[in-house]
């Protein structure tokens, strides 16, 4: 199994819509999650920590559920501009700080 | 503030040769990373410094990759002989030290044809 899995997509959603991806993580002692963005041949960059009480951050909503060994990303009101690859990224943190990154979702908002 | 500053952005060799990639990362950043991705897939760790010392290694198939990261600052990624299957972009990225925040800063990458 691997650490992190992801739905590769590609999720191909109208403007404006709803979104969501999920990704699932093995260890369950990771400590720290994060969805990274990674537009077409570009490098990746952080989108939003994800934290346990779940968080926003405008329409982006991320959401942790520890007894499933998942985290979530939402999109409202999907933009053109939201298309792009989401990384899920999984740290088991403490002394050993190992960042694993999921294979990523592809979204592609259409017109 | 200077991101994360890697080259060269492309290179195109014949397999069998030698290959090196640079990377200079942001000032003050003591971790640095390199990670290889494959097209649809998510970057992989090749390895991890902290400050001048290797503390992740494991992937790295150190049969024909070397790094080093002289003085904790620069780094390089070096790979010999190249083979077809190491074409992929080669990532570098820093961070401070503690990944509270999660954040890497990446660099551009530089992509790889093996030919």
């Known amino acids: 199994r691997k650490e992190v899995e992801q739905d590769p997509g590609p999720f191909n959603v109208p403007e404006g819509a709803t979104v969501a991806f999920n990704c699932t993580y093995s260890?369950?002692?990771?400590?720290?999650f994060f969805w990274y963005r990674q537009d077409c041949r570009k490098e990746p960059k952080l989108l939003m920590s994800?934290?346990?009480s779940g968080n926003e951050d405008g329409r982006f909503t991320a959401q942790l559920n520890r007894a499933s060994q998942y985290i979530s990303l939402l999109i409202r009101d999907s933009k053109l501009s939201d298309s792009a690859t989401y990384l899920c990224?999984?740290?088991?943190?403490?002394?050993?700080?190992?960042?694993?990154f999921g294979t990523g979702t592809k979204l592609q908002v259409i017109p | 503030e200077a991101g994360v500053v890697q080259s060269p952005r492309y290179k195109i060799i014949e397999k069998k040769q030698p290959v090196a990639f640079w990377c200079n990362p942001i000032?003050?950043?003591?971790?640095l990373y390199w990670y290889l991705q494959n097209l649809g897939q998510g970057p992989e760790l090749l390895i991890r410094?902290?400050?001048?010392?290797?503390?992740?290694d494991s992937q790295l198939p150190k049969d024909r990759f070397s790094a080093e990261r002289l003085k904790g600052v620069d780094s390089t990624l070096k790979i010999q002989p190249a083979e077809l299957g190491d074409s992929a972009v080669y990532l570098c990225?820093?961070?401070?030290?503690?990944?509270?925040?999660?954040?890497?800063?990446f660099g551009e990458g530089s992509r790889l044809t093996v030919l």
């Open positions: 260890n369950s002692a990771s400590q720290s």
């Open positions: 000032s003050g950043h003591n971790t």
């Open positions: 994800v934290y346990s």
């Open positions: 410094y902290e400050n001048e010392e290797a503390v992740d």
């Open positions: 990225a820093s961070s401070l030290g503690g990944l509270t925040r999660g954040e890497l800063f």
């Open positions: 990224v999984v740290n088991i943190g403490g002394g050993y700080q190992k960042v694993t």
